[in-house]
């Protein structure tokens, strides 16, 4: 029905682009290549995915980095060859190459000593905007109780295997279609000692000075039998810091103001996540947390968010504590230990799909509005005022608004394409504000919330 909906709305946009040239072109609700890339998710392919790196015995960060079978090397290496063979399969279509770290002994006593972690990163390169990057993100390392043991097996199938798994299955299905902004495939080392492989490439995408719209950090995306027995097959977490860290005093100042405490960068990406989702794949319920990550921790998007970048976790509604850092193991009759039999592949495709249709819109998107400014105040109704950067693939702007105690936007209207737009009879007293564009394909940008007003 869906499909249908979408036909119909391009054929009516196509008359009027044709027949009323100065009518503004609404863009179609849905992009049909949602549906395709749905429809190629393979949790075949996930499953055997993470039982190959669950056979390596052990990816802990101080493991073998020589044998061919076992350790932290021959995982790595695997790694790097799935890439390159993704790549060889759509023609060289990704750049992969190992982005190496330095972590010194002493850091933290995670550290026991200096230690060289590889990052395998692959680069899908956009046609229209190639310095413009999303990124997907999963943990190569695993652990056992002690995480400094690097001998015991810590075969880590669901933390992480799972989520570096929906890594190259996203990459195995997006690189075969062109974007126009670029899309970063990265699995990150040394997780387990402190965050040291997101680090690293947070701080390589600051020296290359490539602007980064947002990161998609998996970590445990395939239990689906919580700690207290809860079975869900269908929710998942969504966690997004709700500013960044990086927003200077004059910023926090305004936002006494101006409101905005909940509408950071992340916290904008956290929204279009759970927007896609609730589109295109209606069968599944994100759920937003109000967080950084799980109370008192944190996850690869943090290193982002220290650089002033967009990022959060995705990851399973339920944790089961018994199959997550722990030896594997029997005891008083409960198993143990992070082994494969802990992990549903069909729940961990799902969340890997919602990550694939993320991915692609943003890199199908136009870029997003910049100085977005508001004013309205003493006054029945609000004004917004943008800038534009050159976009060939964009066909206008949407106007959001919400009431100020919503946690997602309820309300729009898309306007065309222009750079200020007069909300009559909305009193800005009593709602948030945000602009996205609009690509001809009917894909948007994540919203910008204002942070100048309208003097």
């Known amino acids: 029905m869906k499909k249908q909906l979408a036909l119909l709305s391009i054929l009516v946009n196509s008359i009027l682009f044709c027949f009323g040239q100065n009518q503004t072109v ?6 049909l290549k949602m549906y395709d890339i749905i429809h190629q998710i393979s949790s075949d392919r996930i499953r055997r995915d993470v039982v190959t790196l669950a056979n390596f015995g052990t990816r802990n ?39 190496n770290n330095l972590i010194k002994k002493g850091l933290n006593k995670r550290i026991p000593r200096d230690v060289w972690v590889k990052n395998v990163i692959a680069v899908q390169r956009g046609k229209l905007h190639p310095d413009n990057y999303i990124i997907v993100s999963g943990d ?32 195995r299905v997006l690189s075969k279609y062109q974007f126009n902004n670029s899309i970063i495939y990265a699995t ?3 997780e387990e000692q402190g965050l040291f492989g997101g680090e690293g490439l947070a701080t390589f995408v600051k020296e290359k000075g490539w602007h980064v719209l947002g990161i ?65 794949m209606p069968e599944m319920k994100p759920v937003m947390i109000y967080r950084l990550d799980r109370f008192g921790r944190g996850g690869h998007q943090k290193p982002f968010n220290n650089a002033g970048y967009p990022g959060v976790r995705i990851m399973e509604a339920n944790e089961n504590y018994n199959r997550q850092h722990q030896d ?27 990550n ?35 976009d060939m693939n964009c066909i206008g702007y949407k106007i959001y608004w919400r009431d100020t105690t919503s946690p ?23 709602y948030f504000f945000g602009v996205a564009a609009v690509g001809k394909d009917g894909n948007e940008s994540t919203v910008v919330f204002p942070t100048e007003m309208i003097k």
Not at 367 to 379: D, E, F
Request: hydrophobic share 40%; glycine share 8%; proline share 4%.
């Open 216 to 280: 998609l950090n998996n970590d445990m995306i395939g239990n689906i039998e919580g700690i207290d027995g809860t079975i869900d097959n269908r929710s998942f977490r969504i966690f997004s810091e709700p500013v960044a860290p990086t927003d200077t005093e004059a910023e926090r100042n305004l936002r006494r103001y101006m409101g905005g405490e909940v509408d950071g960068i992340s916290r904008q990406l956290a929204r279009y996540v759970s927007k896609i989702t609730q589109t295109y």
């Open 356 to 390: 694939a249709i993320t991915l692609a819109g943003l890199a199908l998107a136009p870029l997003p509005p910049v100085h977005l400014k508001i004013g309205g105040a003493v006054s029945p109704s609000t004004t917004l005022a943008w800038e534009s950067k050159e």
């Open 140 to 171: 190569i390392d695993s652990r056992a109780s002690d995480v400094n043991n690097a001998e015991i097996d810590a075969p880590g199938a669901n933390d992480n295997a799972s989520g570096l798994a929906g890594v190259l299955e996203a990459a």
């Open 61 to 99: 960060t101080f493991s073998d980095t020589i044998s061919n079978t076992r350790g932290i090397g021959a995982a790595t290496r695997w790694i790097k060859n799935r890439f390159d063979s993704i790549s060889a399969q759509c023609n060289g279509g990704l750049e992969v190459f190992y982005q």
């Open 328 to 354: 594997i193991r029997v005891e008083n009759g409960i198993k143990y230990g992070d082994v494969i039999a802990g992990v549903n592949f069909e729940y961990a495709s799902k969340i890997t799909t919602v």
């Open 188 to 190: 990150l080392s040394a």
């Open 26 to 31: 609404v863009p179609p609700s849905i992009d």
């Open 408 to 430: 997602q936007w309820q309300y729009s209207r898309f306007v065309g394409k222009v750079n200020t737009y007069f909300l009559e009879n909305t009193i800005i007293d009593n």
